[in-house]
């Protein structure tokens, strides 16, 4: 019940913001309520269904903040084109600074949880592992709503570089959460300019047909795109979309023919350089 009266506060939270915008703003299309009834896992970097969005159709998600002096600017870019996404903070880094975790979700963005210090999970034992995720749904909703319940605030969890496991998920579905991956990313972790990420991502983009997009606003290449990656989303026609938790179970659409798990490059990557 409490999701339900949440999903109910912020669509109306999106409904006053949208009815404020002009229409050169980019804003957001639709607001789609994501069941966690029984849990499940999304994304087709690393699983074979994702959400079912329309071709066109984009997800903005923000990683591993907040980060003062980033997720600012971040939520700036989005208000000035009243668009909503998703962040999915690292508890330490909310509980450092929790003003700014609170901000994320009074400006009507989604919250979901990314652990408490970014470990990748598959070199930990499971109880270590749910000991992390279980202290960043505290950290984050201590900084975030000011209190801290058994039951975490948001539904919505994102596993560090990807790194899920089977036990973990298990236990996560247990609970009613849902597991974030993404249909693409920006690489936004490799050394590359704005220009050159901007580029990236709309390759990506166009190949993809829109998707649940993984951005990090902790990077300051990110940072130094999104205007105009939001104003070139609007010029091409893409569309974004706003998830909020919804009533009853997930639903999802199949993954096309050929579909891999990109997970275990991608861990392998990250373990390296830093990704996810
Ligand atoms: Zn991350």
């Known amino acids: 019940m409490k999701r339900l009266l949440l999903a109910a506060a912020l669509l109306c939270a999106t409904a006053s913001t949208s009815s404020a915008c002009g229409p050169d703003a980019l804003g957001v299309s639709r607001?789609?309520?994501?069941?966690?009834?029984?849990?499940?896992?999304?994304g087709l970097k690393t699983y074979p269904r994702t959400l079912r969005l329309e071709?066109?159709?984009?997800?903005?998600?923000?990683?591993?903040?907040?980060?003062?002096?980033?997720?600012?600017?971040?939520?700036?870019?989005?208000?000035?084109?009243?668009?909503?996404?998703?962040?999915?903070?690292?508890?330490?880094?909310?509980?450092?600074?929790p003003a700014l975790a609170a901000r994320v979700a009074r400006e009507g963005h989604t919250i979901g949880y990314h652990s408490m210090?970014?470990?990748?999970?598959?070199?930990?034992?499971?109880?270590?592992?749910?000991?992390?995720?279980?202290?960043?749904?505290?950290?984050?909703?201590?900084?975030?709503?000011?209190?801290?319940?058994?039951?975490?605030?948001?539904?919505?969890f994102r596993f560090p570089g990807f790194a899920d496991t089977p036990q973990l998920d298990a236990w996560l579905a247990s609970r009613d959460m849902v597991v974030f991956g993404a249909d693409l990313w920006a690489s936004d972790w490799e050394p590359e300019?704005?220009?050159?990420?901007?580029?990236?991502?709309?390759?990506?983009?166009?190949?993809?047909?829109?998707?649940?997009?993984?951005?990090?606003?902790i990077q300051p290449r990110t940072v130094a795109m999104l205007p105009t990656f939001l104003r070139e989303l609007k010029k091409r026609g893409y569309r974004v979309v706003h998830f909020v938790p919804?009533?009853?179970?997930?639903?999802?659409r199949e993954a096309p023919p050929g579909w891999f798990s990109q997970t275990d490059r991608i861990i392998k990557g990250r373990k390296a350089a830093g990704a996810g």
């Open 193 to 217: 300019s704005s220009d050159a990420e901007l580029k990236l991502i709309f390759e990506r983009l166009a190949r993809s047909k829109g998707g649940i997009v993984l951005l990090h606003d």
């Open 246 to 252: 919804g009533p009853g179970p997930l639903e999802t």
């Open 55 to 97: 071709p066109g159709e984009v997800v903005l998600t923000f990683d591993d903040g907040p980060a003062p002096g980033r997720t600012e600017k971040v939520l700036d870019a989005l208000a000035a084109e009243c668009v909503k996404a998703t962040f999915f903070m690292i508890g330490r880094n909310a509980a450092a600074a």
């Open 31 to 42: 607001t789609l309520p994501v069941g966690t009834l029984g849990g499940g896992e999304v």
């Open 117 to 156: 210090t970014h470990p990748i999970m598959r070199g930990l034992a499971f109880d270590a592992g749910r000991k992390n995720i279980e202290d960043g749904f505290h950290a984050v909703d201590k900084a975030v709503y000011g209190v801290a319940r058994d039951e975490p605030h948001s539904p919505f």
